[in-house]
């Protein structure tokens, strides 16, 4: 079982930056083959893949929409997966969600086993 704890949401302005944090605990750092990654879900619309990152190899792989603005990464000494945010815009504004599974860099949210709670990233113009 793995349990994921997603912070760092809240308000920025257009252009601003923010960070995100996902603390996982649980029996998944023996698996060599597991991954984490991050979605993001506004009102109304799908849950859309936003980044992933394999946690043992640290490669990586983003949406079109975000490259170049969002890095995800890793520590391993702190069991904790980033997401860093920048040039934010309006239509960034979502609940973002941390998410564990077995298909490591996977853009489905499908493949992925477990979820956080989630966190509110509101951009305004």
């Known amino acids: 079982q793995v349990q994921l704890v997603e912070s760092g949401g809240g308000l920025v302005q257009a252009g601003g930056s923010l960070g995100l944090s996902c603390a996982a605990s649980?029996?998944?750092?023996?698996?060599?083959?597991?991954?984490f990654g991050w979605f993001r879900q506004a009102p109304g619309k799908e849950r859309e893949f936003v980044a992933a990152?394999?946690?043992?190899?640290?490669?990586?792989y983003s949406a079109d929409s975000v490259k170049g603005r969002f890095t995800i990464s890793r520590d391993n000494a702190k069991n904790t997966v980033y997401l860093q945010m920048n040039s934010l815009k309006p239509e960034d504004t979502a609940v973002y969600y941390c998410?564990?599974?077995?298909?490591?860099?996977?853009?489905?949210?499908?493949?992925?086993?477990?979820w956080g709670q989630g966190t509110q990233v509101t951009v305004s113009s």
């Open positions: 990152i394999n946690w043992s190899r640290g490669n990586t």
């Open positions: 998410a564990a599974g077995f298909k490591p860099l996977s853009p489905y949210y499908f493949e992925y086993d477990y």
């Open positions: 649980g029996r998944f750092f023996s698996a060599y083959a597991m991954g």
